[in-house]
């Protein structure tokens, strides 16, 4: 590299037009697909692999292991053999140590100009769906192929502190079923619980599985912290399994210890000003509701929890009309 800055240090700086290498000593070439966005391609990639991050710009831990994977790589001593793009989703947020400016990116995808409007968020969403539409496409590829499997991890940490720390997502795969051998990889993540979704979302892990054709996850890596503040959320075993994937190994864990699963049961929808979520700010993800308990109120609707074994995930009052206010998930298995 040019200059002995750090990529990390660069976006945080805004200065990622910097001269990057186009081609790495072992041959692999550089791409750089826009701001955040950079593809590492090597001479004979083995699959397509998508590490999506800081698409809430305060969810730093993350940002800091995808930082750290790509400078090994820029720097030369960690040679991919998977076909690989870095998203830092949300650079301006990032900068900030905001979770997100205009409005939440994670609830953009897949949406059309008249339910997103045109401000900075929205046109993000455009540029990244546009960019991994590509990438899984092949375009731009050396061979002018796409692979035939393609992953993508979207890594987040929580708003809240967490009954479980670290959960996935696995969007709804229409008429498909979900992957025990995906669902065991997420395990060997570190994965200990994962959310089955029941409906079309949103989310870039939603867009990258229904219109690119990826396994496309939502991570959940512990609570958001600042730069630099992240030494307690132990990311070993997520980083152990990216380099493997890097250095081409696409194992089969299903043997590793089964996450528990539940899954989605209702959506708490945020529909009016009058909306009151009946929790403490702080309660944890996961954490149980009883039977009976009025959830939330809006208006002269009542959210009431009818479900057994009921929890409560992603909770959050001050989402706009029209958005989700929380999930109610119940324990489930694989059919």
């Known amino acids: 590299m040019s200059d002995p800055m750090h990529y990390l240090a660069h976006l945080l700086a805004g200065r990622t037009d910097q001269p990057w290498p186009t081609r790495l000593p072992e041959g692999a070439c550089v791409m750089v697909l826009g701001e955040g966005l950079i593809a590492i391609e090597p001479l004979a990639p083995m699959f397509d692999l998508f590490?999506?991050?800081?698409i809430h710009g305060n969810e730093t831990a993350p940002i800091e292991l995808a930082a750290k994977l790509l400078q090994e790589i820029l720097d030369g001593t960690l040679a991919p053999k998977a076909?690989?793009?870095f998203a830092f989703g949300n650079p301006e947020a990032i900068r900030r140590n905001e979770r997100y400016l205009d409005d939440d990116?994670?609830?953009?995808?897949?949406k059309p100009a008249t339910q997103t409007g045109n401000g900075p968020a929205a046109q993000r969403a455009?540029?990244?769906e546009c960019v991994v539409t590509a990438f899984f496409a092949g375009e731009g590829s050396l061979s002018q192929q796409s692979s035939a499997w393609k992953l993508h991890y979207d890594l987040h940490t929580a708003i809240r502190g967490s009954r479980i720390e670290k959960f996935?997502?696995?969007p709804y795969p229409h008429e498909q079923p979900f992957?025990?051998?995906?669902?065991?990889?997420l395990a060997a993540c570190g994965i200990e619980a994962v959310l089955l979704q029941s409906k079309p979302s949103p989310t870039f892990s939603y867009f990258t599985r229904q219109h690119c054709g990826a396994q496309g996850f939502t991570l959940e890596l512990g609570k958001a912290r600042p730069f630099g503040q992240n030494d307690c959320v132990n990311l070993s075993l997520l980083e152990a399994e990216l380099r493997r994937l890097l250095d081409g190994e696409r194992m089969d864990n299903s043997q590793a210890r089964p996450p528990v699963l539940y899954k989605v049961a209702r959506e708490v929808i945020k529909q009016?000003?009058?909306f009151q979520l009946n929790l403490d700010d702080a309660v944890e993800n996961f954490t149980e509701l009883d039977q009976g308990y009025v959830l939330a109120e809006d208006g002269d609707s009542r959210f009431v929890i009818e479900?057994?074994?009921?929890?409560?995930v992603f909770p959050n009052r001050k989402v706009k009309n029209g958005l989700r206010a929380g999930l109610v998930v119940v324990p489930t298995t694989l059919q």
């Open 126 to 128: 455009r540029e990244l």
């Open 179 to 185: 992957d025990a051998t995906e669902i065991g990889r």
């Open 105 to 110: 990116l994670n609830r953009l995808f897949g």
């Open 168 to 170: 996935a997502i696995y």
């Open 307 to 312: 479900e057994r074994d009921a929890r409560i």
């Open 51 to 54: 590490i999506s991050s800081g």
């Open 272 to 274: 009016t000003d009058a």
């Open 83 to 85: 076909r690989v793009l």
